[in-house]
């Protein structure tokens, strides 16, 4: 959600335009209900999303198992964020969005990620900046505008099918957004706009997709260049399937019953967070505190913390750049750690923190652990190539942490 909060202020900043979505909105009472909806109505039901994640989850591996006929190297990053897309746009629009639309949302998103991404780290504000980057806003600005063009036909499609759930499970995400009502000037609820209804759209499916994407490649690039810890954390798959495939893995023992598991995808996440940094502001006297009783302005200080540096702070962590899944086992040094912020101390915080952190952190970590557990069950994962160095790890900080050179592997079917 960070990113997209990001995004939406480089546009305020440049073109004017305004995005009020759960990260945007100003904190009150439109943003409440905005996130109470979510929350309540997609969010908190985890254990009723087990089908729809073995589906994206069986869908996922059928795609790897057609890539690796033919033998060779297979590009992961592409068919990852098609599998993680498709999943999130099932739980926003439903069962009824073709696949020739949801391959050109799925651009979309993608392409606004990777635009903004490289607008962000020449942007400051200035005259200067906003000329230089005044193309690439305008890029921008033609991705929202085509947001619109696939968005609302899709959502008048849902104003007439509202009976009909995701899966036979779940509301879809844009029906509860239908039947929304946001307070207005008069206190009385109206129900949302268009623009608002294509801004939370996007939001959501832009953050289903990115840091969940971003999290599976970096997480099988660490299990390729340590094989010892994927065939740890194979046994522990295997063991919990007993000889009945991915389908008999409950969602209940993926959200909690496999340490392994979670301590690897919390690695992952705690050297690659998802977002590079996060911006906050401070009043008071936590802005006194930052920046000095005679340095602070009289509406704060705006605070980027960087997000990759608390999760690798040697004064916090022991051998912070080497990916070592046991410190988050029982015993280990972070045993209590997780993917948020603890009430004491904050030793990474790969999903934001305060009232404006990511509000499906767990529907992320399901989602990632979902699909890790079906590759890892189905396929063996070697390094493509000549890697006699390991696999090249270098980091490119645009608004989603990834991989420079993206992952390719030498993928084998499991019998």
Same mark, same amino acid.
């Given at each position: 959600m960070e990113f997209l +909060?990001?995004?939406a202020?480089?546009?305020?900043?440049?073109?004017? +335009?305004?995005?009020?979505?759960?990260?945007?909105?100003?904190?009150?009472p439109h943003w409440r209900v905005l996130r109470c909806n979510l929350t309540a109505e997609v969010l908190s039901r985890l254990g009723s999303l087990a089908p729809l994640?073995?589906?994206?989850?069986?869908?996922?591996?059928?795609?790897?198992?057609?890539?690796?006929l033919g033998g060779g190297e297979v590009a992961v990053r592409e068919p990852v964020t098609t599998a993680v897309f498709a999943l999130a746009a099932r739980l926003c629009f439903g069962d009824f969005v073709d696949d020739r639309h949801k391959s050109a949302m799925g651009r979309v998103i993608r392409d606004s990620i990777v635009l903004a991404g490289e607008l962000n780290p020449r942007f400051d504000g200035s005259m200067l900046s906003k000329m230089a980057n005044c193309r690439g806003f305008r890029r921008i600005s033609a991705l929202l505008d085509r947001q619109v063009e696939l968005y609302l036909p899709l959502i008048a499609a849902r104003r007439q099918a509202r009976s009909q759930l995701c899966g036979g499970i779940i509301r879809p995400y844009v029906d509860t957004l239908l039947d929304?009502?946001?307070?207005?000037?008069?206190?009385?609820?109206r129900p949302l706009r268009d623009g608002e209804l294509v801004g939370l759209v996007f939001e959501f499916l832009g953050t289903a997709t990115g840091s969940t994407a971003a999290c599976l490649e970096w997480t099988l690039a660490h299990l390729i260049d340590q094989p010892e810890v994927q065939d740890k954390l194979r046994r522990e798959i295997n063991a919990e399937a007993?000889?009945?495939? +991915?389908?008999?893995?409950?969602?209940?023992?993926?959200?909690s019953g496999m340490p392994y598991l979670n301590a690897v995808v919390l690695e992952s996440l705690r050297m690659h967070p998802p977002v590079p940094f996060i911006m906050r502001s401070a009043h008071g006297e936590g802005a006194t505190a930052i920046g000095g009783a005679t340095a602070v302005p009289v509406d704060g200080l705006s605070v980027r913390f960087d997000l990759g540096g608390i999760g690798r702070d040697g004064k916090s962590w022991t051998d912070p750049d080497k990916f070592r899944p046991e410190r988050f086992l029982a015993g280990g040094e972070a045993e209590d750690v997780g993917p948020a912020p603890g009430p004491k101390e904050i030793r990474m915080m790969p999903f934001g923190a305060g009232h404006r952190h990511c509000p499906g952190v767990n529907m992320g970590m399901l989602h990632i652990k979902c699909f890790l557990a079906a590759l890892l069950h189905g396929f063996d994962w070697a390094p493509a190539g000549d890697c006699s160095g390991g696999v090249d790890m270098t980091e490119l900080d645009g608004f989603v942490k990834i991989m420079e050179q993206p992952l390719s592997a030498r993928v084998t079917r499991r019998t």
């Open positions: +909060m990001l995004l202020v480089l546009l305020c900043l440049v073109a004017g +335009m305004r995005n009020d979505n759960i990260a945007t909105v100003n904190h009150g994640h073995e589906e994206a989850a069986q869908a996922l591996v059928a795609d790897f198992s057609a890539r690796v929304l009502r946001v307070p207005d000037s008069n206190g009385a609820g007993d000889g009945g495939g +991915m389908l008999s893995i409950s969602s209940k023992s993926i959200r």
